[in-house]
């Protein structure tokens, strides 16, 4: 997961983040967190304006409304992401095929690697 800050960074610059989440945490709970974590992260810089990727189809397609959320739980990461992103000027978020985001699989490998 990345973003791109357009205030308190060049704009276009592209700013990386790697966590590490348990194990026994579902795909999906995974990409809400870390889209949760880049939200974290961009505010905490002062980001204004924000571009987050993710190759999660599902996760990006309900964030932008097309898809339903269908669990509880789906929906209450929804609410979160809505109401944290809402200091943002400007967000979106941009599905990534997972083949074309060698930056992400390379950040994938670097976070399961942390102990």
Known sequence: MWGRSGDHNPPGEKIKL???IDSWVTNKKAEYEAVLAGIQA???????RIILNSDSQCITQQIKD???????????????IKAQSEIFVDWSIEQI????????NSLAKMAA???
């Open 97 to 104: 095929p997972r083949e074309e985001n060698e930056e992400a």
């Open 42 to 48: 961009a505010r905490e810089i002062g980001a204004t």
């Open 113 to 115: 690697s942390l102990s």
């Open 66 to 80: 097309v898809y339903k959320a269908k669990d509880d739980m789906m929906f209450k990461y929804l609410k979160l």
């Open 18 to 20: 790697a966590l590490r």
